[in-house]
């Protein structure tokens, strides 16, 4: 998030040196302040003035995480092919492409894309980029057993960690055609809030407790996006049609939910609520909300709210909480495998585009998903309904960063299900 010095410094040094660099960044921290509209104009005046592919592609990027991803998808274009010559440029300009692609509902185009980039010889490159100080030689020696196009019958495969808690939620349903191609065991690299679900889940894998041992021992090694790319056909297969997480049948809810939980309802909707995420992804500052942002759900009196909010909570947060009686669950949730069970016992989540919602979905669970207009490209450009889960309904922003008119829908929606 930009602060209001930041923004001054960066429209100081474009006024004084308006060159496409000061321009760049004049443009991110216009959208980190949440200056949309600003940020848009200053990118639409550039588009024409950029002189090098390079610059064409850093305005590109910035389009994008804009939400301009047809005029992104002209620039990245342009400058895709003159940077072929630069390994680093070049796997960044075309992952990028892919994601305009996939948010415009080019979905086989992007997914080729994107299936190039997941190939052996993209590997070094990739994991240079996301290690840190672009140290991959932890990863080097078992460059030779990425999972590609091979069979896996047989073979003893580990799900690398990738992205976050709500990713893995969401991809690995592909555990299951691993299994149907034979792989003789699955080991998965995950986050440890993650651990308990997915001993418990049903997919038959083996929580990688030291996954740097098992990169040693394992045949093949593979990440949950890549399997994406291996198994996704189409936006609509495989489709998970009911829920393909299970749980476990004797799990105890800590006495202090349990306890928040026994509060009768009195005939009334019971809700969970998911608004802000502290992962600080591209999504950022718009895929998170404020919780007074929510406030025309909250005064609906057919509804009792749980807050499934994990971490610190602000002042102003507590103080809404109090007063519109929402029970706060997050304060005791230990792990996703306790938010799993408490989701069983609610009638509706609503969430911002985190894990929650995919955990909601991942069990079939109802879920309402607020999603900006500039989302992840997984939602590919869905309005009401995806394919990703058959329980979910979305509410996505037309303009990115004004969530007024899809709150207001939700709560139309919310009192006619009351």
Request: glycine content about 6%; overall charge negative; aromatic content about 8%.
């Given at each position: 998030m930009t602060n209001l010095n930041e923004l001054i410094a960066a429209y100081a040094a474009y006024q004084t040196d308006g060159n496409v660099g000061t321009a760049l960044h004049l443009i991110r921290q216009l959208r980190g302040a949440g200056k949309v509209e600003d940020a848009i104009a200053l990118a639409n005046q550039w588009a024409a003035k950029t002189a090098t592919p390079m610059e064409r592609a850093q305005l590109g990027v910035d389009m994008s995480y804009l939400g301009m991803f047809a005029q992104a998808e002209v620039l990245l274009e342009e400058a895709a092919p003159q940077l072929a010559s630069n390994p680093d440029a070049s796997y960044q300009v075309e992952l990028e492409l892919s994601i305009v692609k996939y948010c415009q509902g080019k979905f086989h185009q992007a997914h080729l894309l994107q299936k190039s980039l997941h190939a052996p010889e993209w590997c070094e490159?990739?994991?240079?980029?996301?290690?840190?100080?672009?140290?991959?030689?932890?990863?080097?020696p078992y460059l030779d057993k990425v999972l590609h196009k091979q069979p896996v019958a047989g073979k003893s495969i580990l799900i690398s960690s990738e992205g976050g808690a709500g990713d893995l939620l969401q991809l690995?349903?592909?555990?299951?055609?691993?299994?149907?191609?034979?792989?003789?065991?699955?080991y998965c690299s995950a986050p440890r809030s993650l651990h308990g679900l997915l001993r418990n889940a049903g997919l038959g894998i083996v929580v990688a407790e030291n996954p740097d041992d098992m990169m040693r021992d394992c045949d093949l090694i593979t990440w949950p996006f890549a399997l994406f790319t291996r198994y996704q056909q189409s936006p609509y297969f495989p489709r998970a049609a009911d829920s393909y997480l299970t749980l476990a049948r004797d799990y105890v809810l800590p006495e202090s939910i349990?306890?928040?939980?026994?509060?009768?309802?009195?005939?009334?909707?019971?809700?969970?609520?998911?608004?802000?995420?502290n992962s600080g992804v591209r999504h950022e500052p718009f895929r998170s909300i404020e919780l007074t942002t929510l406030l025309p759900l909250l005064e609906n009196s057919s509804a009792e709210f749980f807050s499934l909010q994990v971490g610190e909570l602000s002042e102003p947060e507590r103080m809404l909480m109090a007063h519109h009686r929402i029970v706060d669950l997050g304060a005791h949730l230990r792990s996703f495998e306790d938010t799993a069970h408490?989701?069983?016992?609610?009638?509706?989540?609503?969430?911002?585009?985190?894990?929650?919602?995919?955990?909601?979905?991942a069990r079939n669970r109802p879920v309402w998903v607020l999603l900006a207009q500039a989302s992840d490209y997984r939602w590919y450009d869905s309005q009401r309904y995806t394919p990703?889960?058959?329980?979910m309904r979305l509410y996505r922003q037309t303009r990115l960063g004004d969530w007024q008119p899809v709150i207001a829908e939700m709560a139309e929606a919310l009192t006619r299900q009351g």
């Amino acid at each position: 998030m930009t602060n209001l010095n930041e923004l001054i410094a960066a429209y100081a040094a474009y006024q004084t040196d308006g060159n496409v660099g000061t321009a760049l960044h004049l443009i991110r921290q216009l959208r980190g302040a949440g200056k949309v509209e600003d940020a848009i104009a200053l990118a639409n005046q550039w588009a024409a003035k950029t002189a090098t592919p390079m610059e064409r592609a850093q305005l590109g990027v910035d389009m994008s995480y804009l939400g301009m991803f047809a005029q992104a998808e002209v620039l990245l274009e342009e400058a895709a092919p003159q940077l072929a010559s630069n390994p680093d440029a070049s796997y960044q300009v075309e992952l990028e492409l892919s994601i305009v692609k996939y948010c415009q509902g080019k979905f086989h185009q992007a997914h080729l894309l994107q299936k190039s980039l997941h190939a052996p010889e993209w590997c070094e490159v990739w994991t240079r980029l996301a290690s840190p100080n672009q140290d991959n030689s932890w990863f080097l020696p078992y460059l030779d057993k990425v999972l590609h196009k091979q069979p896996v019958a047989g073979k003893s495969i580990l799900i690398s960690s990738e992205g976050g808690a709500g990713d893995l939620l969401q991809l690995c349903r592909y555990v299951e055609k691993l299994r149907q191609e034979g792989a003789a065991a699955i080991y998965c690299s995950a986050p440890r809030s993650l651990h308990g679900l997915l001993r418990n889940a049903g997919l038959g894998i083996v929580v990688a407790e030291n996954p740097d041992d098992m990169m040693r021992d394992c045949d093949l090694i593979t990440w949950p996006f890549a399997l994406f790319t291996r198994y996704q056909q189409s936006p609509y297969f495989p489709r998970a049609a009911d829920s393909y997480l299970t749980l476990a049948r004797d799990y105890v809810l800590p006495e202090s939910i349990q306890e928040k939980l026994r509060v009768e309802a009195g005939g009334r909707q019971r809700i969970g609520l998911t608004w802000r995420s502290n992962s600080g992804v591209r999504h950022e500052p718009f895929r998170s909300i404020e919780l007074t942002t929510l406030l025309p759900l909250l005064e609906n009196s057919s509804a009792e709210f749980f807050s499934l909010q994990v971490g610190e909570l602000s002042e102003p947060e507590r103080m809404l909480m109090a007063h519109h009686r929402i029970v706060d669950l997050g304060a005791h949730l230990r792990s996703f495998e306790d938010t799993a069970h408490v989701m069983e016992r609610l009638d509706l989540v609503i969430s911002i585009d985190s894990a929650p919602a995919h955990l909601a979905g991942a069990r079939n669970r109802p879920v309402w998903v607020l999603l900006a207009q500039a989302s992840d490209y997984r939602w590919y450009d869905s309005q009401r309904y995806t394919p990703w889960y058959s329980s979910m309904r979305l509410y996505r922003q037309t303009r990115l960063g004004d969530w007024q008119p899809v709150i207001a829908e939700m709560a139309e929606a919310l009192t006619r299900q009351g």
